[in-house]
C-alpha cells in the first residue's frame, strides 16, 4: 500500500511540472525570465525524482522532499528580500535550521561575498546535503564534533574564483559510501553542470573534507 501510495504521489508532482512547463511554452515570457523558470523546474523535478530513489517509505520519502525544498525556500526568501544572497547568511541559516550554533562546534571563516540568486540557490542545495549527512552520519551527530567552513576569493585568474571548504573533525570517522546518494550527486555533478563547480570529496581519518571551487563571474 504504501508503495503504491509513493507511485501516485511521485505521478501527481511529475504532471504538476509537465504542466507548468507546457505553461511556460505557451506564455509570452521574457527569454531570460522564461530560462530562469525552466532552471527552477528543472531543480525542483530533480529533487523530487532524486529524493524518491533514495527512498521507498513514502513517510521518509515526503520528510527527505520536504527538507530539501525548504532549503531552497529559506535561501530564495533571502534572494527576495535582498536580491542577492549573502554566503555566511545562507550557511547560519541552514545550520541554525537543525541545531543552535556554538562556535565550539562550528566555526565559520570568510569574507563578505553575495551569490547571484541562481547560484545562491544551487549552492544552498548542496550545504544542505553537508548539513544534514554531518548530523545523520558525522561530526555533527556526535557530542564531540565539530565543523570548520572557510572560504575565500582567489583573485589571481581572469574570473574570480570562490574556494570553499568544509571540514568535519571528529574521533570517529565515517566510512566512505558503497554508492553515490543523493547529496554526493549535488555536490560532483550538479554543481559542476550548473555553475561549473570542482567539488573534491575526501573521507579522512578524523572526518569528511568536501572542496567546491567555482567561478564567480
Not at 562550528?106 to 540557490?121: F, H, I, T, Y
Not at 542545495?125 to 561530526?139: D, K, W
Request: net charge negative; with cysteine; proline share 4%.
Amino acid at each position: 500500500m504504501a508503495d503504491d501510495a509513493l507511485v501516485t504521489r511521485i505521478a501527481q508532482l511529475e504532471a504538476d511540472n509537465h504542466r507548468l512547463r507546457r505553461l511556460l511554452d505557451q506564455q509570452d515570457a521574457p527569454g531570460e525570465l522564461r530560462h530562469r523558470l525552466r532552471s527552477t523546474v528543472a531543480l525542483l523535478r530533480m529533487i523530487i525524482r532524486k529524493s524518491a530513489e533514495s527512498r521507498t517509505d513514502l513517510d521518509a520519502y515526503m520528510g527527505l522532499l520536504e527538507d530539501r525544498l525548504d532549503a531552497i525556500a529559506r535561501v530564495q526568501a533571502i534572494a527576495d528580500e535582498e536580491g542577492v544572497i549573502e554566503l555566511q547568511k545562507l550557511l547560519t541559516d541552514e545550520l541554525l535550521h537543525y541545531r543552535p550554533l556554538d562556535d565550539v562546534r562550528v566555526r565559520l571563516s570568510g569574507p563578505e561575498l553575495a551569490l547571484q540568486p541562481r547560484m545562491g540557490r544551487l549552492f544552498a542545495l548542496a550545504i544542505h546535503e553537508l548539513t544534514v549527512n554531518a548530523i545523520e552520519h558525522g561530526s555533527l551527530g556526535s557530542s564531540t564534533g565539530r565543523v570548520e567552513i572557510a572560504w575565500r576569493v582567489d583573485e589571481t585568474g581572469a574570473t574570480p574564483t570562490l574556494i570553499f571548504v568544509w571540514k568535519e573533525h571528529d574521533a570517529t570517522p565515517i566510512n566512505q559510501p558503497q554508492r553515490d546518494g543523493f547529496g554526493t550527486e549535488v555536490l560532483t555533478r550538479m554543481l559542476a553542470y550548473e555553475i561549473r563547480a570542482t567539488t573534491r570529496l575526501d573521507f579522512e581519518s578524523d572526518g569528511l573534507r568536501c572542496s567546491i571551487q567555482f567561478p564567480m563571474g
